[in-house]
């Protein structure tokens, strides 16, 4: 199995800023995953990102909007750019574990945008 | 793409009482089937998976699954539920591994709901 962290665990955002998300695995892994809940509602895959390459993006979600860094096995993080009310939201991250279909979440970082 | 329907928002249950959350999928080749537990303000634990073999799978916490294929169904059982059982329930499927890794798709959850 896989621990992971995320920070913050929740923040409270004015529209229009950005906020950066942390995620830390105690493993090293090849496949990262950033999720999004909303309210009440499922999960909805943002992006994957794996080490040594360009994050792939979900059709609804771009870069400029959610952009993903991955600088090593063990981290990555998602960033919320210039955010609105409509981004509020529950911001999981997921790895996935080398020759293993099952993937392992974090905490996930609760996400309210004024 | 694959969609994943879960067909009860909300199962309301008494304590001890058996329970079987539904999830239906669209047919595909070969799927791979997961069951995830979300307990309040935390991430989602993984209850049990089918990856190929006895269709009935046995998972953590006393669930199980099933797995019938001519049905594209996965639905979640247990025979005796807790309090501690409140949750919300979620069910994703596979088509396996592509070069973007194993891509989940999820139900729209089910929240369970066991009463004294």
């Known amino acids: 199995s896989a621990v992971i962290s995320q920070k913050p665990s929740r923040d409270i955002c004015q529209r229009g800023t950005s906020l950066t998300i942390q995620c830390q695995v105690d493993s090293q892994v090849t496949m990262m995953f950033w999720y999004r809940q909303q309210p009440g509602q499922s999960l909805t895959l943002i992006a994957t990102?794996?080490?040594?390459?360009?994050?792939?993006?979900e059709s609804g979600f771009v870069i400029d909007k959610f952009p993903i860094s991955r600088p090593n096995l063990t981290f990555s993080t998602l960033t919320v750019s210039n955010m609105s009310p409509e981004d509020s939201s529950i911001y999981l991250c997921?790895?996935?574990?080398?020759?293993?279909?099952?993937?392992?979440f974090g905490p996930g970082t609760r996400l309210t945008v004024t | 793409a694959q969609s994943v329907t879960q067909l009860d928002s909300q199962v309301p249950v008494f304590e001890e009482a058996p329970v079987e959350l539904r999830c239906n999928y669209s047919?595909?080749?070969?799927?791979?089937l997961f069951w995830y537990v979300q307990y309040p303000n935390q991430g989602l634990q993984l209850l049990l998976k089918?990856?190929?073999?006895?269709?009935l799978v046995k998972g953590i916490n006393g669930f199980e699954a099933e797995f019938n294929k001519s049905q594209t169904s996965f639905h979640l059982r247990k025979p005796s539920v807790h309090i501690s059982d409140t949750a919300e329930y979620f069910c994703a499927v596979s088509d396996g591994h592509n070069n973007a890794g194993n891509m989940l798709t999820f139900g729209g959850g089910t929240r369970l709901m066991v009463k004294p």
């Open positions: 089918y990856l190929s073999g006895s269709t």
């Open positions: 997921s790895v996935e574990l080398a020759d293993s279909y099952e993937q392992y």
């Open positions: 047919s595909s080749v070969s799927v791979y």
């Open positions: 990102a794996n080490q040594g390459s360009e994050a792939t993006y």
